[in-house]
């Protein structure tokens, strides 16, 4: 596996690995159709946030995108292809993108979590600090983990 910048062509695949991750989670089609905007990767803010795409035998399975705030970073995205969950590339990206937060002068990351993947953060020293209403069909009290991470070195 290769973690490198993205160039701004590849908004498009990125917002399809988006897509297909989210819809790994079994979501309804009307769930992720509401949520479209916010799985679309602008190819203004992969030239405006740092974006870093994770590559295996050349292929991008994954990324992670930034929003740079001063002492903090958020998570915009991260994402990886069903098929390559597991296999340590979410580890690996989001190692690098609290890097790229401390490089930045950030002293944490924060995210607004899925809660299907707040196990993963949390594995990873993540800690909740919150929690926003998300509800869904079928899910009236789903809420979506706020989440920090700190990125200051031990």
């Known amino acids: ?55 295996v035998d050349g292929a991008v399975v994954g990324f992670f995108q930034l929003r740079l705030n001063g002492s903090h970073a958020d998570l915009e995205h991260l994402w990886v292809l069903p098929a390559f969950v597991r296999r340590g590339i979410g580890g690996a990206l989001l190692a690098h993108a609290m890097q790229q937060a401390r490089a930045a002068g950030a002293s944490a990351l ?22 926003r209403s998300a509800p869904i069909e079928g899910q009236p009290l789903r809420v979506r983990p706020q989440l920090t991470l700190s990125v200051v070195d031990p």
């Open 1 to 55: 596996m290769h973690i490198r910048a993205a160039h701004a062509g590849e908004h498009r695949l990125l917002s399809e690995i988006a897509y297909q991750s989210k819809a790994h989670w079994g979501y309804a089609t009307a769930d992720l159709d509401a949520w479209h905007a916010s799985l679309t990767v602008a190819r203004e803010s992969v030239l405006g946030c740092p974006t870093f795409v994770a590559e």
């Open 110 to 131: 924060h995210i607004d979590a899925d809660p299907h993947a707040e196990a993963f953060y949390m594995a990873h020293g993540a800690r909740r600090v919150g929690q």
